[in-house]
């Protein structure tokens, strides 16, 4: 009987694939790499600003460390998913503008499939790319000349996890994703007095796999307190796409067009990432997490054009570092407690992170986080497992002498917590 239902969520997890929505950001930063990189944590993290490389919860989906599977409930099959929306205010030289949107995010879901063995599965983003700017310039000779900038599409990942516990402490884990996705992005000038008009198009499209294996130790330090210790890495390889760029030049006198083609074999890669995250739950009612993780996308060459011709450049991308802290807090776990209000988590926590990009060889925004939630538990006559995350985030991006990014996000998510693996009794 379960394993129909399992299959039922693969479904439903590519039927939301067929429908994911192409980029979930407005941002002009999106331009530069592969986009924007996405926080594919879940309901829980999302509250603790996106914590959870040592986190285990028998009760909650963490796709951050595979490891954590290993730690779900012998009787349940999680189910989890997710969406945002968001405002963003840009403001550059006392110009603002503001932008809104809403987008699907994840879904993803976790059972025990043997003794100490969790498995996970779902769709995740990973890059975001999607913006839409004009600039205006004002020369003597050719007169003014506006350029309008688009982007869309992104990465998005499907994946497979499993994770282990070897002995009491200790559990191991691995995600296998398929990434796939497109990005394309355009440059087209207007040209107010001068004969020729030059338009560059951007495409490429990625299908490629991604490796991430986990551990966590988990010490007991008394009768009521546990701490843990996770650690995460990813695998750096060439994505093995082509980058394909498009020179259009349009006569005016002639009005004819001519186009010039430009290959990048190879031209974008994942770089090897690192996490360590450290938990302390006092009392099963007290949680605090801090995350750590380095992605070294210095050593990732991109493609660009230089010089009338379209190659691979070092120099454009560095090293991204990001720290995080969260706290978790429920008044009183305690089942046989009837209060409603002493089973509500309180969520909170902030953020730090390094751009991975140079623009015109200076540093890309730094960013500041804050975010803040609840998980209300969904209580009904055969269930009261399930729970409803909520959770408010605000994003600050600023680089000096480039756009300052401040941005308000609401993430929703519901949490299934079925007990599908219960053998009932009949008397």
Request: charged share 15%; glycine share 12%.
């Amino acid at each position: 009987m379960y394993y129909n239902r399992i299959i039922g969520c693969l479904l439903l997890a590519a039927t939301i694939n067929g429908a994911w929505a192409q980029g979930g950001t407005k941002s002009p930063y999106s331009q530069f790499g592969l986009g924007v990189l996405s926080d594919y944590s879940q309901g829980m993290s999302r509250g603790m600003n996106g914590v959870g490389y040592a986190l285990q919860c028998g009760n909650q989906v963490n796709t951050l460390n595979p490891a954590s599977y290993a730690g779900v409930d012998s009787l349940t099959m999680l189910f989890d998913m997710g969406l945002s929306g968001q405002t963003t205010n840009f403001k550059e030289g006392g110009v603002s503008r503001n932008a809104s949107m809403a987008a699907f995010e994840y879904v993803a879901a976790s059972f025990r499939a043997w003794k100490n063995v969790g498995v996970s599965f779902g769709v995740l983003p990973f890059t975001n790319v999607g913006y839409d700017y004009k600039t205006t310039s004002h020369n003597g000779t050719t007169g003014s000349m506006s350029e309008q900038y688009t982007g869309s599409g992104g990465i998005h990942q499907v994946f497979l996890g499993v994770g282990v516990r070897l002995a009491k402490p200790l559990s191991v884990g691995v995600n296998a994703a398929y990434l796939w996705g497109s990005i394309d992005r355009s440059a087209v000038p207007t040209v107010s007095s001068a004969s020729n008009s030059l338009t560059k198009k951007y495409a490429t499209s990625i299908s490629s796999y991604k490796l991430d294996f986990g551990l966590q130790w988990e010490q007991r330090l008394n009768r009521r307190d546990i701490l843990t210790i996770g650690a995460v890495v990813g695998l750096g390889h060439q994505l093995k796409n082509d980058a394909e760029m498009r020179i259009m030049r349009l006569n005016s006198s002639s009005s004819k067009t001519d186009t010039a083609l430009f290959v990048v074999n190879d031209a974008s890669a994942l770089p090897m990432s690192y996490g360590l995250g450290l938990a302390y739950k006092h009392a099963e009612n007290l949680t605090v997490a801090a995350d750590f993780s380095l992605a070294k996308w210095g050593g990732v060459d991109v493609p660009g054009y230089v010089d009338g011709s379209y190659k691979k450049l070092s120099g454009q991308l560095k090293d991204r570092q990001k720290v995080a802290l969260g706290v978790d807090w429920v008044p009183d776990p305690n089942p046989a407690n009837r209060n409603y209000l002493d089973h509500i988590h309180y969520r909170f926590g902030v953020g730090y992170a390094s751009p991975y990009y140079y623009i015109n060889g200076q540093e890309g925004p730094k960013e500041l986080s804050a975010s803040i939630g609840v998980a209300l538990p969904i209580i009904n006559g055969y269930n009261s497992r399930s729970v409803l995350n909520i959770s408010g985030q605000w994003l600050h991006s600023k680089a000096d002498g480039f756009i300052t990014e401040n941005t308000f996000r609401i993430n929703i998510g519901i949490t299934f917590n079925e007990r599908w693996f219960m053998k009932w009794k009949v008397d």
